[in-house]
């Protein structure tokens, strides 16, 4: 097993480093299992021709073959029909683990959507979210959970995505910006398309004209080839994750879409994690961390500044807390899709945990301790939910945070999730903790057990956004940018 560091007591090293493979996992589920478009297309834009057609892409990891995926598009009465699996195989904290993806979709003649239904399946975990377009709006249900949002325009499948792009009437180097809905947040997000312009690459052994599509989101680009028909030849996104399409003879015979031959890439936590020039040491002893910070904007909050990107990070006192909950928006006590605080089961838990008597922060000291003692450190490839963690009783920093979120706000103490990054042994790992308002927000960290999270604890997110994993997905577009120097320990 990896090394250890005396603040983690019995966490393995790369444990802390789950959200980075999770962001990677999520950004492959953004096109693997679709985003939503809300684009529009130009008035009397002829409607495609669809022939019933299916393909097959292996996924690679820089040259290694990690997954497969197999889309089948057939015409049906007055719609198209659209179905697709995807296998992968993701190396996180040295433990490869295989996820199951599965999407189906019902569109209309022009692409735009009727219904769909999507599957995350890995391990004990399982995400599952189906959606069906009623009037003008989306009715959506994400792992037993209603959701009902206003349409402004149609939304489109993935499948769409590159025919609405070739409809819009693209030139070279000119770009459409649309609106989409990701079912992974329950939220939407802006996307700019480019046409990148003309290009030839191989595929199954034969060089072919395309043409190259640029996709960027929250600060992530993808690029596509595609043929003179609309067929994705290649695909490309974060960390060397390329798709190429193969032949379905070669599919069928090679194994890797039963996830038998799959390779085991390169560990994802540790790639994108970023190095600096010393160690921090006993990093729980320190008031006051000074760092230089290159290639990305840093929200200041409670407990860092960010100034001509010096970042200074302070340790938060205990002292002066108060039960003013209500000076912070009230949706940080609500339930939400991923942090189910008003189910049963985490309301019968949290009251096994705490009493009625227990000022706040002892309630939180409880909460913490109990998440830390009772959910068992372990890298998982899934949407992460409080519900489901409770019940599988493991997970990463994920699992850890939507877990305590959804016991604190059923406690009656606003909860929030930050994301960012952590120090351990010489790097620092993209990471997750929460913040809870006590008339101030203080940080916890129940993978660690830290009340307050130590001063190396940067938060990219500034723990603001109140969608979960929405707050996560930002900060896709750090990865590989960010720079950091030690200037100051105290």
Known sequence: MPGFDRRFKTIPLPLIATLASGMIFMALLAVRMGWFQSAEVPAGAPKSTISESESWMVIYQKSLKIGMSHRKISPITDGIAISETTVMRLNTMGMAQVIHIYTQGVLNTDFSLVSFRAEIKSGLFRFAVNGEVQDTSLVLNANGRPLTLKLQSPIYLSAALWDAAGRAGLSENQSLTISVFDPLTMAPQPVKITDVGSDQIEIMGVWQAVRKISVEVMGSRQTAWIDTDGSVLQEEGLMGITLKKISTEEAKDSGLATGEDLATGEDLALAVSIPVDQVIA???????????????????????????????????????????????????????????????????????????????????????????????KRPVLSVSNALETLENRMGDCNEHAVLFAAFTRAAGIPARIETGLVHLRGRFYYHAWNSVFLGRWVTVDSLMNQIPADVTHISLSGGQKISWPENQLEILGAIGNIGISILEQQ
């Open 282 to 376: 006993d990093a729980d002893k320190l008031s006051r961390l000074v760092l230089r910070i290159t290639g990305v904007e840093i929200i200041s909050t409670e407990k860092q500044r960010f100034d001509s990107g010096i970042l200074t990070i302070s340790r938060e006192s205990l002292s002066g807390l108060s039960e003013d909950y209500f000076a912070e928006p009230v949706v940080f006590l609500e339930p939400a899709t991923f942090i189910q605080s008003d189910h049963p089961l985490i309301i019968k838990k949290l009251w096994q945990i705490i009493s009625e008597k227990d000022a706040p922060l002892v309630r939180i000291q409880k909460i913490c301790e109990w998440v830390y003692q009772n959910i068992e």
